[in-house]
Every structure is written in C-alpha cells, then in structure tokens.
C-alpha cells in the first residue's frame, strides 16, 4: 500500500526534528519512505498563540494495515517528545496519515483520508509536490481548493530519505 504522511513541528529544532521522523519511519519493518516534499513554513492554524510549523508530506510504502501504521506514527511521535495536552497547540511532532490508497476509514481514532486536510495549506502545499492533481477517495480535487487565508512558504528542499 502506499500512503502519504503529514508532518509538522513548531517546538525546538523544527527541521532536525522532521527529518529524525523520517529517520524513524524508515527504520520500521514494514515502512519505506520514498520521497518526500520541500519543507514548508506555515502559521499555526486555531489553537493558542504559538510558533510557526515546519511540514512536510512523506510518501511511504507499506505492508502494514492502517491500525499498525497508526500505532508506528503513534511511537515515533512519543519517541520525539510528542504528548497532547493543548488541542491544536505546540508540539515537537505531529505526524498525521492523510491517505492510504483508496482507502475510505471512519473512526474513532483513525479516519482515512484525513478528515480536514483539504483545508490545510500545510497539507495542500506540500502534497501537490507528490501527487500533481489528487483526486480524494472522498471526491474532493485539491486543484480545486483554496485556503487563501494560510499562507504557506517555501522553507528547506525535500527532507533525506535514508538508504
């Protein structure tokens, strides 16, 4: 299956902590990392006052199902210092599954494709790179969305994927 990964941090050394997420997800049994976009500087979006974000999409190849790429994206986030405790607040890491194939997931803790990433410029941006014309299992073309509002900016070229 190939899916596609957000990343995002806005605590400490936000660049060397992404790329120590792809490091992380490439040491996993199961987990490929192929490519992955530049890395872009976003403003936070809701939450509290805060720093900005460092994302990036990562396109991963994997036999796992989606409950056992969840808890992987799960123990690489508490590997980097990652807990919730301020909804949509500051975090070393916040590592998202935007999509698997085709696959439509509703649930409680996992729901395929990312629920809000069709109106997320930190998610849009950086996606395009990887997919040019995306067409959601959901229906939904991102060409033809518009989140004018986030500005998004060009920050570091694409993230090294270990051998």
Known sequence: MHAFLGLGSN???????????VDLLSRESGIHVERSSRVWETDPVGGPEQPDFLNAV???????????????????????????????GPRTIDIDILLI???VL???????????????AFVIAPLLELIPDPVLPTGIRLLDTRV????????????????
């Open 58 to 88: 990562v396109e991963v190849d994997t036999d796992l199902e989606p409950f056992d790429l969840l808890a992987v994206v799960d123990r690489v986030e508490a590997t980097l210092g990652r807990f919730r405790d301020v909804r949509w």
């Open 11 to 21: 605590v400490g050394d936000r660049l060397a902590t992404l790329q120590r997420a």
């Open 106 to 120: 509703a649930g409680e803790r996992l729901t395929v494709p990312h629920p809000r990433m069709h109106e997320r």
């Open 148 to 163: 004018t509002d986030q500005p998004v900016r060009p920050h570091a070229p694409p993230l090294k994927i270990p051998a």
């Open 101 to 103: 194939d085709d696959l």
